[in-house]
């Protein structure tokens, strides 16, 4: 079970972080997402990490801004969201990644959080 946390409404420039706190003992055994999805549009991928966060893949549109980082300790995932604009206005999901090598393909996820609303005004 993955539960997101974190969202609200910000002003553009502003920042905020998401964490995705998961159950069970198996987190560290999972590559982990965050994606998001904005009214009308598609879900799309922000961001990406390995199990043991040696490998971090981001979207051209959050490179720079967004960082992702996970505490398998904790069972937590988080999302370090710096500079926030407009356009970032969506609800976040995480996942967990269960096949395949590519982090950006939906496909690739089984596990999905719950969705946390990200609301920047300009």
């Known amino acids: 079970l993955l539960q997101a946390s974190g969202g609200g409404l910000v002003q553009a420039g502003g920042s905020l972080r998401l964490s995705c706190a998961a159950s069970?003992?198996?987190?560290?055994?999972?590559?982990m997402g965050w994606f998001r999805q904005a009214p009308g549009k598609e879900r799309e991928f922000v961001a990406g990490?390995?199990?043991?966060?040696?490998?971090?893949y981001y979207a051209d549109s959050v490179k720079g801004r967004f960082t992702i980082s996970r505490d398998n300790a904790k069972n937590t995932l988080y999302l370090q969201m710096n500079s926030l604009r407009p356009e970032d206005t969506a609800v976040y999901y995480c996942?967990?990644?269960?096949?395949?090598?590519?982090?950006?393909?939906?496909?690739?996820?089984?596990?999905w959080g719950q969705g946390t609303q990200v609301t920047v005004s300009s």
């Open positions: 996942a967990a990644r269960v096949r395949g090598s590519t982090y950006s393909d939906t496909e690739n996820y089984d596990y």
């Open positions: 069970g003992r198996t987190f560290s055994s999972y590559g």
């Open positions: 990490i390995s199990r043991l966060s040696v490998s971090i």
